[in-house]
């Protein structure tokens, strides 16, 4: 009797377990599908959020006197706003963290064109970039979404706090003006490709690899089959291609640069990118704000597409390999376009 009564207790211990788990996953899940059924544009008031930051600080070194005087100046002023709001020009803030396939262009495609029909001239548009490159079309794609803006002649800054290197400078190069921390890295106007082959370990395996094309050039190096010099010889002249392209591009924007000394595929730092021509000016993206904050109302304008469960995992999955592949390319200091 004392054996069934234990085991009944452990039963019901586990049970409860086991209940309290599959609760805790459920309300995960549904929590999960809210948040992934959201999708839309969602704008903040950064001039708002610095002035109520300032507002707090000053509160909490203040006296009791001086908040006083403080906060009745503040009345004063609003009141006067509202009889005679001051029409300051707007500067949008968009944000763009890059990866090998450039996943952030869905939400950039969006943001410019919320930004574009109300943006005039009079405004300006600030990009935070941090991108090391990656996949040329995509990258290509993301670059032509920034030149939207500047066919509409609204001027289009870019900030670099970390990384514009390869596909990232791609982007960088369309803006008016480039603005780079003293430790940035810009640059990397260069094309690579590489994949490992197999076809040694399957000769050796017995294991024969059969390909058959239509079209002499469908495909030229591969993984599987036996590369010749004339593959090799194919994708250089692909690649020098893109590379010409690549340069074509950023000559377009910045015609003053001495393009046969930067597209070597080399990096730079900021202070020497500057010296090169590849930026314009020293300086974070915290300084810049804070300094356009008094002549302009800054709005960071983003764009939040609905995730579903699947994209959410292989999501994950990108992410992993994407820190695998720029804690190697930080090693290597060498980013490229193709992978």
Not at 40 to 64: C, H, I, N, P, T
């Amino acid at each position: 009797m004392d054996f069934l009564a234990d085991y009944g207790l452990f039963l019901l211990k586990a049970m409860t377990i086991v209940f309290a788990i599959i609760a805790v996953i459920g309300a995960a899940a549904s929590a999960g599908r809210k948040v992934a059924s959201q999708e839309g544009l969602e704008v903040e008031d950064l001039s708002k959020k610095y002035r109520e930051m300032a507002a707090a600080l000053k509160a909490a070194v203040s006296s009791k006197k001086e908040r006083k005087s403080v906060a009745k100046e503040e009345k004063n002023r609003a009141k006067q706003a509202a009889k005679q709001p001051a029409k300051k020009p707007r500067a949008f803030i968009i944000d763009f963290k890059g990866d090998l396939k450039a996943s952030g262009v869905d939400s950039l495609r969006e943001e410019v064109s919320a930004v574009l029909s109300v943006a005039t001239s009079t405004d300006q548009v600030v990009v935070r970039l941090d991108n090391h490159g990656g996949m040329v079309h995509e990258h290509g794609l993301a670059a032509s979404q920034l030149a939207r803006i500047r066919d509409r002649e609204i001027p289009l800054i870019v900030s670099v706090d970390k990384v514009a290197a390869s596909g990232g400078y791609l982007m960088a190069c369309v803006a008016n003006r480039i603005y780079a921390a003293p430790f940035a890295i810009l640059g990397s106007i260069g094309v690579i490709a590489q994949l490992p082959n197999f076809n040694r370990m399957l000769d050796s395996h017995g294991v024969d690899f059969e390909q058959v094309m239509a079209g002499e050039y469908k495909r030229n190096v591969t993984m599987f089959g036996k590369n010749t010099d004339e593959d090799r010889a194919k994708l250089k002249e692909e690649l020098e291609d893109v590379h010409r392209l690549f340069k074509a591009a950023v000559s377009k924007y910045r015609p003053t640069l001495d393009i046969s000394k930067v597209a070597t595929g080399e990096h730079w730092y900021g202070t020497r990118a500057l010296e090169l021509g590849l930026a314009d000016e020293i300086r974070t993206s915290d300084e810049l704000l804070g300094e356009m904050a008094d002549q302009y109302d800054l709005y960071r304008v983003h764009y939040k597409l609905r995730q579903p469960l699947q994209k959410r995992i292989m999501s994950g999955v990108d992410s992993a390999l994407e820190k695998a592949d720029a804690a190697g390319w930080r090693r290597r200091f060498d980013s490229s376009l193709p992978r």
